[in-house]
């Protein structure tokens, strides 16, 4: 891992203390590491240049650094056994230079998604467990299975060597606490709870490995493990409805379709809008809602008083949100549709646990997104904005793709002031996350940008942070 390097005598003698002053104003600015950041054998990456572009950070005026906790590292080998080694040199390191760190407890697998440089598989003794019964993976209607994150319709039963996942997620996040617990509050000052694949709450309707999913397809449901299906089955009994309870809708049409292609997802007339449709769409959706909240009780109880923020991220689904049915969003468990706010259930859920909202996609403008797809990214923003600032819930904020240009960070600047109708003036995102700390952004063009768009972000007017 190359990024940025400097004499290393000046490096190791330079201690940055923190200084307590509050900003009256602005959206602090995090820098995300890159994903290797540890490496398989628990150690820093680079440990000089990573010293050193830390450094730099904290010169352009950068708040801190977001960093995946991976589950895969950390608890790789038996269950209940900890290595925080590279962590723990990774987070002193931090707190020397006087940056904040927003920490990812990192419960899916890298590799297979978009910008993924890496390969970090779930624990062994997670895998092997799904390698016995299949259908602890997501499952499309095609068998296919996704093993990058276990499958919510597991997430009660003890199914991994005697625990169940979200009990996994919440020993994981206690080991954390306890080990770091000098550092909560003071250098780590959020945690961000992984729900799902590349730590988004969604399903993996998406797929980018092997070439199952292109943008823009629509994307397929995930619902056809044994987990998932009996609770289907539960529900459409419970709603006298049995007959519903035996599938997923099977005219939704491929991974790679468009929303006109299909039955379920067509404007007129489409399965999406029948009874049927509306009861799948809302079981779907609520399965997702109610993984976030078993995972985020247990999160709130565990960090509750150690001065740490709790945030989930939410996936920035832009493609085809022009057309009636938002076809992709629902693949993904976002119940949005032309008659139906998606994000809002989310936003309330979110505010009950006092959790950020952390949206993607925040340095896109429509105009760029290819229209025969009706990409709106900027409308799907603005709609994002409404619910939380209806929920009352923080909106924190991070860009989809890397992108080092003016017109980007013109955007970013834009969403963040969070000015929807000219009514919010009182409000602005309470941070941004920057993708992504690599030797692009040190090249001297893309450096001198970016340090005039953090001077940028640290004057947007903020009555508050996060």
């Known amino acids: 891992m190359d990024l940025v390097s400097f004499d290393e005598t000046t490096e190791q003698e330079k201690t940055y203390k923190e200084v307590n002053t509050v900003k009256e104003k602005g959206v602090p600015v995090y820098v995300m590491m890159p994903l290797d950041s540890v490496t398989t054998g628990n150690t820093v990456n680079g440990r ?154 969604r399903y993996p309707s998406y797929p980018e490995q092997n070439g199952t999913w292109r943008f823009p397809g629509i994307g397929a449901f995930q619902c056809y493990d044994k987990y998932m299906l009996s609770s289907l089955k539960a529900a459409a009994e419970a709603a006298g409805k049995p007959k519903w309870g035996s599938t997923g809708p099977t005219d939704a049409g491929e991974y790679n379709n468009w929303p006109q292609d299909t039955r379920f997802f067509r404007k007129e007339g489409g399965g999406w809008t029948s009874p049927y449709g509306e009861f799948f769409l809302s079981w779907y959706s609520h399965m997702l809602l109610d993984h976030a909240e078993r995972i985020l009780s247990s999160a709130k109880s565990i960090f509750e008083n150690t001065g740490v923020k709790i945030s989930v991220k939410i996936a920035g689904i832009h493609w085809h949100y022009g057309t009636r049915s938002h076809a992709p969003e629902l693949t993904a468990g976002y119940y949005n549709t032309r008659n139906r706010d998606g994000y809002l259930p989310i936003a309330q859920m979110l505010a009950r646990y006092g959790a950020i909202f952390n949206f993607t996609c925040i340095e896109m403008r429509d105009h760029e997104q290819p229209q025969d797809a009706l990409c709106a990214p900027e409308k799907l923003v603005r709609q994002v904005a409404l619910a939380t600032r209806e929920a009352e819930v923080p909106l924190a904020g991070e860009n989809a793709l890397p992108r080092y240009d003016e017109n980007a960070h013109e955007q970013i600047l834009q969403a963040s002031s969070l000015n929807i109708d000219g009514n919010s003036k009182d409000r602005v995102m309470c941070a941004f996350t920057y993708l992504r700390m690599n030797p692009h952004l040190f090249q001297p063009d893309n450096w001198r940008r970016f340090v005039g768009f953090v001077k940028k972000m640290n004057e947007v007017k903020s009555p508050g942070r996060c």
């Open 48 to 201: 000089k240049e990573m010293n050193a572009s830390l450094q730099t950070l904290k010169s352009a005026g950068v708040e801190g650094v977001m960093m995946d906790v991976w589950w895969g590292l950390v608890e790789r080998d038996t269950p209940g056994v900890y290595n925080w080694g590279g962590y723990t040199e990774l987070l002193e390191m931090a707190k020397r230079h006087g940056l904040k760190v927003q920490a990812v407890m990192s419960f899916h697998q890298c590799g297979g998604n978009v910008g993924d440089s890496c390969t970090v598989p779930l624990p062994k003794w997670v895998a092997e467990e799904v390698h016995k019964d299949q259908d602890l993976a997501y499952t499309d209607q095609w068998g296919r299975r996704n093993y990058e994150y276990v499958s919510l319709g597991c997430d009660s039963i003890p199914v991994l060597k005697g625990r169940t996942p979200v009990q996994c997620y919440s020993d994981f996040m206690r080991a954390f606490r306890d080990n770091f617990k000098h550092l909560l509050g003071d250098t780590i000052v959020e945690i961000q709870v992984g729900m799902g694949p590349a730590g988004e709450l």
